[in-house]
């Protein structure tokens, strides 16, 4: 027996806060009658949401993260025979496809995470999830106050309004200096138009976090690993 908004977020239809609230809104039915919050269900009872079934995965949610290495593509396709990041991850017979939570452009490295789970991938990068991303850059130019209060208050550029939810100035290598830079969204190029709206020309650019998740110190590029079952509710439970 599972608790009603365990068994609707196994199930797939989102984390156990907002199953919760599925509930309490009263569009769950159990055995045709409206579910209590806190009910325990079985395989064996009939619950529906929106008219529709609710079954048990048979397949186990999996996340993995890769540290991606530079000169690698984020797609599954390509022409000119470069290497891709899903040839970095274990092969599963018979199960689903692994999808990429997100991308990295050719020339960055870093954390990138992969799921079975097509309802967890989505919630992951729907923008009203808001999950913050944080980057190292390394960045030649001159910084100063107004530049990192333009970056932060935000940038028109193309039409669209670029930001950092943070940015911190870091280590300064002769002409190039470090910085942790956070942001909510995952916008093409998004962080080196940025620094080059300010005169800043971005050199090195590496991912360390997503949401919850940090890029361990000890996973060597071109490597994976899985998250643990404990992260991976962490991930479903991020920002509701």
């Excluded at 269900?41 to 619950?47: F, R």
């Excluded at 994976?224 to 509701?240: A, D, R």
Aim: proline share 3%.
């Amino acid at each position: 027996m599972l608790r009603l908004q365990k068994f609707l977020a196994q199930a797939g239809l989102g984390s156990r806060r907002s199953c919760e609230k599925l509930i309490k809104d009263n569009k769950v039915y159990v055995n045709g009658k409206v579910a209590i919050l806190g009910a325990k269900v079985s395989e064996t009872d009939e619950v529906t949401f929106e008219g529709e079934r609710v079954l048990l995965k048979t397949t186990d949610l999996k996340v993995i993260m890769l540290n991606k290495p530079r000169g690698v593509l984020s797609s599954k396709k390509d022409d000119k025979k470069i290497k891709l990041v899903f040839d970095f991850l274990p092969k599963v017979e018979n199960e689903p496809d692994w999808i990429a939570v997100g991308r990295l452009d050719i020339n960055t490295s870093g954390l990138m995470l992969f799921t079975n789970d097509g309802t967890l991938a989505h919630q992951l990068m729907h923008p009203s999830f808001e999950i913050d991303r944080e980057y190292l850059v390394r960045a030649r130019g001159h910084f100063n106050e107004q530049k990192k209060k333009n970056m932060l208050s935000g940038v028109k550029i193309e039409n669209e309004v670029y930001q950092f939810s943070d940015i911190v100035p870091g280590e300064k290598q002769s002409s190039n200096q470090w910085f942790s830079v956070c942001m909510l969204t995952g916008k093409n190029r998004e962080i080196r138009k940025l620094f080059e709206s300010q005169d800043l020309e971005v050199s090195r650019l590496k991912r360390v976090r997503i949401g919850p998740i940090f890029l361990p110190s000890t996973l060597r590029e071109g490597s994976c690993m899985n998250l643990t079952e404990s992260q991976i509710q962490e991930l479903q439970n991020y920002g509701k």
